[in-house]
């Protein structure tokens, strides 16, 4: 099969070649919430993409096989280096697929091995997972709020991932780690200021979406801030901001 311009529709390629082969594939990022959220496609600016991210559990060496398969083109010397966590290739115009391996780390890490086999979301992670991914971003551009935005206004909170934004795994992650949780919360508190503002970027989003996503992360910020804390939590609350609490990763291209 021809690659495909669209990297929504080119995720979905890679996604099902690789389920043909029998290795487990699924999408994140923008690409990812652009598979599960309906209203990124009518928010003004227009939401654009460039690279595909995706994961996969460790073990897989036959994702490099599909994806030269596919004519994507693998980067040796950086898949050599780091390929226990990460993978990347190109294709002949320059497009990058990153495949993140059982974690990614970027500001927090967030394993992900667990929430592979989820049947309600065969193309992506959880929504729950897509969320953290992008709240877990400290310096978040326009487009990581579009695509929070999406994720709250067309996912209401829940119980299971069946269901939508599944509550537990959010406390899981954040009622175990302060960094995780004030990152969290600090993003959260700036996007429904945002989205209260109405010279916002987000002000051409399609009736309610705004409000529905407003009022969904003022619950998801109370739920966590009410969740159970572990001890680990609490120790790192007493140092608070004082020691930086995330990580700044560098762009690999």
């Not at 994140?28 to 654009?48: K, M, N």
């Not at 979301?121 to 929504?127: N, Y």
């Not at 969904?216 to 910020?221: Q, S, Y």
């Not at 109370?222 to 609490?234: D, F, I, V, Y």
Request: aromatic share 6%.
């Amino acid at each position: 099969m021809t690659a495909r311009a669209d990297p929504v529709d080119e995720a979905r390629r890679i996604i099902e070649a690789s389920t043909d082969a029998g290795v487990t594939v699924r999408a994140i990022g923008g690409v990812g919430v652009a598979l599960v959220a309906p209203t990124i496609g009518r928010l003004e600016p227009r939401r654009t993409y460039h690279d595909i991210d995706l994961v996969a559990p460790a073990g897989s060496a036959a994702i490099t096989r599909v994806m030269t398969a596919l004519d994507y083109e693998p980067a040796r010397e950086f898949n050599m280096l780091n390929g226990s966590e990460r993978l990347l290739f190109h294709d002949a115009g320059g497009r990058r697929i990153d495949v993140f391996i059982d974690t990614l780390r970027m500001c927090h890490e967030l394993p992900f091995r667990d929430r592979l086999a989820s049947e309600a979301w065969p193309l992506t992670l959880p929504p729950a997972d897509l969320l953290l991914s992008k709240l877990q971003i400290v310096e978040q551009t326009d487009r990581d709020a579009q695509d929070v935005l999406a994720l709250l206004a067309d996912h209401d909170l829940a119980e299971s991932d069946r269901d939508g934004i599944e509550l537990p795994r959010l406390r899981q992650v954040c009622g175990n780690d302060w960094g995780w949780w004030r990152t969290v919360d600090d993003n959260l508190d700036g996007l429904i200021a945002r989205w209260i503002e109405p010279t916002a970027l987000d002000v051409s989003a399609p009736g309610g979406a705004r409000s529905s996503a407003r009022d969904r992360a003022a619950a998801l910020r109370a739920a966590l801030a009410e969740c159970p804390k572990s001890m680990g939590w609490r120790a790192r609350a007493m140092v608070g901001s004082r020691i930086r609490w995330y990580d700044l990763p560098e762009e690999v291209r």
